[in-house]
């Protein structure tokens, strides 16, 4: 309880967490079905959650699916976080863009060379990036 009380939790980050206090894995499940029949842990409430703080974070959907997979959400739970919440990738790249590289020169094929390596790091697609420049 204490850990859900500071903020949401995966399954997989209680497990983990748990399992260096605890050695015995058949409590620790039996305590997580418990949070989870008691709705007091929530995978689907997680995965909004850190979707929403990715993206005012400025990460791209490569990096928070893959953020969300190692954090043990499953692709039907991901997927359903992308087609509810909306977002303009284009729009959060050019922000991102914009925040870091004002002033730059992004003709100088090195510094479009680092801008472009920045927002892959970040999760943004080819495609969004191509349509920065």
């Known amino acids: ?45 997680f995965a909004s959650s850190f979707f929403r703080l990715r993206v005012q974070g400025g990460f791209g959907p490569n990096r928070i ?23 303009d990738w284009f729009a959060a790249a050019e922000a991102l863009y914009l925040k870091k590289y004002v002033g730059v020169n992004v003709g100088d094929p090195r510094e479009r060379a680092k801008c472009f390596r920045y927002l892959q790091y970040k999760g943004y697609d080819l495609e969004h990036i191509n349509a920065l420049f």
């Open 65 to 87: 699916r893959a953020e969300l997979r190692q954090r043990g959400i499953s692709d039907v739970l991901i997927d359903q976080q992308f087609s509810e919440q909306i977002v």
């Open 1 to 45: 309880m204490d850990l859900l009380a500071r903020r949401e939790h995966s399954r997989r980050e209680l497990l983990i967490k748990l399992s260096r206090k605890f050695p015995d894995a058949a409590v620790i499940d039996a305590v997580l079905d418990k949070l989870e029949a008691d709705v007091l842990q929530s995978d689907s409430r």
